[in-house]
């Protein structure tokens, strides 16, 4: 197959288009990260053909991690530490850093990747597409209600793309810089 017709570049981006397949673009040999510029058409295939918890991808970088978590738990970067659950309970480190999801799981000292920004299969239950998601209380969690204790911190984080199951969501990770303290 000549997938050279398919392909055009202006110097800055690379466009891909090919109406009557579906195609898979891997970027440095990792199926699973899918830095692509997101148009009506190639969302609905790209973000269907993710259904694992922890794929995804946009902005992907390699942490240390400093406790224990799972693919698809919500992380920050703890102070000197490295990476760990977040979670609402408190203004303190693990809720108002910078933010990730974890591509994979893993125990204290392993590397793993951490989405920064971009789409990610998430265990969400019972969201509808357009849902806002925001920072749970619960370390590493998300949820699509706001934490409304007194000292909770309220954090948008995201919203829903596409609902896989009754348990599970691709979600637009796209963390807010600001946060409110109850």
């Known amino acids: 197959m000549d997938a050279e017709q398919y392909l055009t ?3 800055t981006t690379l466009d891909v288009e090919n109406s009557s397949t579906t195609a898979q673009i891997r970027l440095n040999g990792t199926s699973s990260q899918y ?4 148009n009506q058409k190639t969302t609905q295939s790209v973000l269907t053909a993710m259904s694992t918890i922890g794929q995804g991808g946009h902005e992907v970088v390699s942490w240390v991690l400093a406790g224990t978590v799972s693919a698809g738990d ?3 970067l703890a102070t000197g ?7 609402a309970t408190s203004n303190n480190q693990y809720a108002v850093t910078m933010l990730g999801i974890a591509m994979a799981s893993g125990v204290s000292s392993n590397v793993i990747d951490v989405l920064l920004f971009g789409f990610a299969v998430v265990p969400i239950t019972n969201a509808s597409v357009g849902d806002p998601i925001y920072m749970d209380t619960t370390a590493g969690a998300m949820s699509f209600n706001a934490p409304s204790s007194s000292g909770n911190v309220v954090r948008l984080i995201g919203q829903v793309a596409y609902v896989i199951n009754a348990t599970d969501c691709i979600i637009r990770f796209n963390p807010s810089n600001d946060w409110i303290v109850i």
């Open 9 to 11: 570049y202006d110097g």
């Open 35 to 38: 830095g692509l510029a997101f």
């Open 74 to 76: 919500l992380v920050c």
């Open 81 to 87: 530490a490295g990476i760990e659950r977040a979670d």
